[in-house]
């Protein structure tokens, strides 16, 4: 089993193709088979040795973050890629406490990423954009803090590709995504797709990783401070986000307000 690339021919035209199998030259379709056969951490040695510096890692320090950090630390790359925490500046504080822990443990190095908006600057031009449950100012909020952030990041850091921990049974869209796609003009690898919510547990509980403080308290998912909350009887994971209106910050779609 090779962990390099598959390229295309010169006849196929990446990004143009009518049955989305090519991309910057790699073949989508055989890689997406070559990735769904190996191990999640195998997924991250590909790409690493697929687009070497090009190649980040996005973390939130949320409840399941430690399990990606985890096998960054373990597999001791060579100039191992770079990881990226996006600081929203509403994060709750167990998130940074938790941040704070996991980075000591596991030797990480991260780079901090934020809007150049303050958080008190943007609300004092648009309002506390999350209080009136609107979508459009969800919208806006999710640009001016994550979005927007992370591809100014990516753009200076030259990203190619990058990896997330996103996995298929978290909503709805996450089901339809594959181990490699195109996002917003780059590749999007998801090592971890196929884990459910147990392999998550025992994955953690078998390399003593701590649990984010928040977990103990009913949550299954954290982001911001005012958009997460413990799960209930009628809403668990991502449905507890965003007052229920919607499951997905933006920085996984393939397009964005402008």
């Known amino acids: ?36 056969n190996i191990t999640a951490e195998e997924r991250i040695q590909w790409a690493h040795n697929a687009f070497g510096s090009q190649f980040v890692l996005t ?45 000591r443990k596991l030797q990480l190095t991260i780079e901090v990423i934020q809007s150049d908006l303050s958080p008190a600057r943007m609300e004092a031009l648009y309002g506390r954009l999350w209080e009136n449950k609107e979508m ?14 992370l591809e100014k990041a990516f753009d200076k850091l030259n990203v190619t590709c990058w990896a997330s921990g996103v996995r298929g049974g978290q909503t709805k869209l996450r089901s339809s995504m594959t181990f490699l796609d ?23 509980k078998e390399h003593a990783l701590p649990q984010h403080p928040l977990f103990e308290k009913g949550y299954s998912t954290v982001g911001d401070w005012h958009s997460s909350g413990p799960d209930t009887p009628d809403q668990e994971g991502r449905n507890t986000r965003f007052g229920g209106l919607k499951e997905e910050c933006g920085i996984h779609l393939p397009e964005t307000n402008k």
């Open 136 to 149: 459009e100012d969800l919208e806006k909020y999710h640009l001016i803090r994550k979005v927007k952030p």
């Open 59 to 103: 973390t939130s320090f949320g409840i399941q973050s430690a399990v990606l950090l985890n096998m960054i630390h373990l597999l001791q790359l060579d100039k191992p890629p770079k990881i990226i925490w996006i600081d929203t500046g509403y994060l709750p504080p167990e998130t940074y406490i938790y941040a704070n822990e996991l980075t």
């Open 1 to 36: 089993m090779t962990n390099q690339p598959i390229k295309t021919s010169n006849a196929e035209q990446p990004e143009t193709d009518s049955g989305n199998n090519t991309f910057q030259g790699f073949s989508l379709k055989n890689s997406r088979e070559q990735l769904e």
């Open 182 to 204: 195109k996002t917003r003009g780059r590749f999007s690898l998801r090592p971890l797709l196929n884990w459910t919510n147990k392999d998550v547990f025992y994955y953690m």
